[in-house]
């Protein structure tokens, strides 16, 4: 088993723990026909929707959306000593190309996940609007 699968099937199973907690708190298996199925599809977006979304935050982090920030906390938690001091700090550019060489998340496996859950998803609601 290569280790993007393994990482994919770790994610598809957070998916899964995600789908029966919402399943069990709605009542979902206790109920019958257009319930039970209505009931998978919203469980089953919502573990699209929150699997999708986590991969989407790791992308822009991986892309450096967050290094502004970063980098302006790095600098005012030292504020008090630089007035004391005026030691050179690291300028904008030497922070962002460290945090690069840093950076080792891939939104892949997250988003495997999430598409795998709206297709489930999107079959329990055509089989909701078949049996209808």
């Excluded at 000593?81 to 840093?102: C, F, G, L, T």
């Excluded at 997250?110 to 489930?120: N, T």
């Amino acid at each position: 088993m290569t280790d993007k699968l393994k990482k994919t099937l770790i994610c598809f199973g957070a998916g899964l723990i995600l789908f029966t907690v919402i399943c069990l708190l709605r009542g979902t298996f206790s109920g019958n026909g257009e319930k039970l199925i209505m009931g998978i599809c919203d469980a089953a977006f919502a573990a699209f929707a929150a699997l999708t979304g986590l991969g989407a935050m790791v992308w822009v982090s991986g892309k450096g959306l967050f290094d502004g920030l970063g980098y302006l906390a790095s600098t005012t938690k030292g504020l008090p000593r630089k007035i004391k001091n005026e030691e050179s700090e690291e300028s904008y550019i030497d922070y962002k190309s460290r945090m690069a060489s840093k950076r080792q998340g891939h939104p892949a496996p997250l988003i495997y996940a999430g598409l795998a859950w709206l297709a489930v998803a999107t079959v329990s609601l055509l089989i909701y609007f078949i049996q209808a």
